[in-house]
Every structure is written in structure tokens, then in C-alpha cells.
């Protein structure tokens, strides 16, 4: 595989979003609900990784997920996907939620996943990542 195209590709398709955590997303201790922090990464897990491959691409599985602390209503979170591996047809994205106080600079890390991916075709089959023509 191309290296250079490969640390091109990882540069641009490292993705943040951010989101305030509001009262229509929480649960009963009024922090994120779980579901709804998974359904944030899986997202901007997958815009990373579609940017990485150019490819139409599908949510294969996930691996742990660790939940350092509870993220409260009224945080500012911003979620930052990175590809951290390529294969063949799978690549996978590493996904960290980072909590911001809107009053001060500080920024803790409370959410870490990954993802995994696998590019497909028309007909829903795996396909290279890569195609002969990025090899070289």
C-alpha cells in the first residue's frame, strides 16, 4: 500500500463535531444517555471513515467502548474520529468524546471507542479500500 497516500488520507479525514449536551438527551441522572453517546460516535465515526476511503461503507462492529465519567446536561462535548487502521476492505476509527466547560479551558477526555467498517459494493459485498491505481 501507498504509505504516503495512506498518512494523506488519515490527515484529512480526521473529523470533529461538536454538540451541547441537552436535557432531551440524557437520562434519569440528567447526564448523556449511553445509546445517544454510541449513536454521536458511530456517527462521526462513520464521516471519518467515509472520508478516509471515498467509498460507500457499512458499521461492522465496535470494540470497547469506556466510559471514564458521566458527561452532564449543559457540557459542551466535541467528538473527534480518527482512522487508526486499514485493511483490505475494513478500516478502523478511533472515536474520543472530550467534555469542554463553557466558563473555562478545561477539557477532559470522557468517552473512548472504536469502530470498525467495511467498504462495499452496489450489491452489498466487500471491496478493496484501495484500488489498483492507489497502490502505486
Not at 78 to 84: G, P, T, Y
Given at each position: 500500500?501507498?504509505?504516503?497516500?495512506?498518512?494523506?488520507?488519515?490527515?484529512?479525514?480526521?473529523?470533529?463535531?461538536?454538540?451541547?449536551?441537552?436535557?432531551?438527551?440524557?437520562?434519569?441522572?440528567?447526564?448523556?444517555?449511553?445509546?445517544?453517546?454510541?449513536?454521536?460516535?458511530?456517527?462521526?465515526?462513520?464521516i471519518?471513515?467515509?472520508?478516509?476511503?471515498?467509498?460507500?461503507?457499512?458499521?461492522?462492529?465496535?470494540?470497547?467502548?469506556?466510559?471514564?465519567?458521566?458527561?452532564?446536561?449543559?457540557?459542551?462535548?466535541?467528538?473527534?474520529?480518527r482512522?487508526?487502521?486499514?485493511?483490505?476492505?475494513?478500516?478502523?476509527?478511533?472515536?474520543?468524546?472530550?467534555?469542554?466547560?463553557?466558563?473555562?479551558?478545561?477539557?477532559?477526555?470522557?468517552?473512548?471507542?472504536?469502530?470498525?467498517?467495511?467498504?462495499?459494493?452496489?450489491?452489498?459485498?466487500?471491496?478493496?479500500?484501495f484500488?489498483?491505481?492507489?497502490?502505486?
Amino acid at each position: 500500500m501507498n504509505k504516503l497516500l495512506i498518512q494523506k488520507r488519515e490527515e484529512i479525514s480526521e473529523t470533529r463535531v461538536a454538540k451541547m449536551v441537552f436535557p432531551g438527551t440524557t437520562n434519569h441522572y440528567d447526564t448523556l444517555f449511553g445509546g445517544i453517546a454510541l449513536q454521536w460516535m458511530d456517527e462521526v465515526a462513520y464521516i471519518a471513515a467515509t472520508r478516509f476511503a471515498r467509498k460507500p461503507l457499512v458499521t461492522i462492529s465496535t470494540e470497547q467502548v469506556n466510559f471514564k465519567q458521566p458527561i452532564p446536561s449543559g457540557i459542551l462535548v466535541e467528538l473527534v474520529a480518527r482512522v487508526v487502521h486499514v485493511g483490505r476492505t475494513s478500516l478502523k476509527v478511533e472515536v474520543n468524546i472530550f467534555l469542554e466547560e463553557l466558563d473555562s479551558d478545561k477539557r477532559t477526555k470522557a468517552i473512548t471507542g472504536h469502530f470498525n467498517f467495511v467498504a462495499i459494493d452496489e450489491n452489498k459485498k466487500p471491496v478493496p479500500i484501495f484500488s489498483e491505481d492507489d497502490q502505486e
